[in-house]
Nanobody, 125 residues
Framework: QVQLVEAGGGLVQAGGSLRLSCAAS????????MGWFRQAPGKEREFVAT????????YYADSVKGRFTISRDNAKNTVYLQMISLKPEDTAVYYC??????????????????WGQGTQVTVSS
């Protein structure tokens, strides 16, 4: 089992920045690919970003590319999502997720076995 706890959400004006964090406990953090997803009201959960075991590979949704950066610190069992130039359409509950084992970077929810409880990000116009 892996427990994931997100933090760092909040209310920010358009153009502002936030950094989300996701602390993991349980099994060895470095053995998991990690991802961030988000879900806006009335919409399906969508992929945002993912990162490999080592942090050497990352992949982003087109909608956030160039504005969001995913990173991880395996010594701290934590994955981060730095968000800049935020837009009102970035408003959503943001979830981190863990996918066990090696493999390609995963962009679908079914690829991830463990999920955090989510943190709300609200971007005002």
């Amino acid at each position: 089992q892996v427990q994931l706890v997100e933090a760092g959400g909040g209310l920010v004006q358009a153009g502002g920045s936030l950094r989300l964090s996701c602390a993991a406990s349980g099994r060895t953090f470095s053995m998991f690919r990690m991802g961030w997803f988000r879900q806006a009201p009335g919409k399906e959960r969508e992929f945002v970003a993912t990162i490999s075991w080592s942090g050497g590979s990352t992949y982003y949704a087109d909608s956030v590319k160039g504005r969001f950066t995913i990173s991880r610190d395996n010594a701290k069992n934590t994955v981060y999502l730095q968000m800049i130039s935020l837009k009102p359409e970035d408003t959503a509950v943001y979830y981190c997720a863990a996918a066990p084992g090696p493999g390609v970077l995963a962009t679908t929810t079914r690829s991830y076995d463990y999920w955090g409880q989510g943190t709300q990000v609200t971007v005002s116009s």
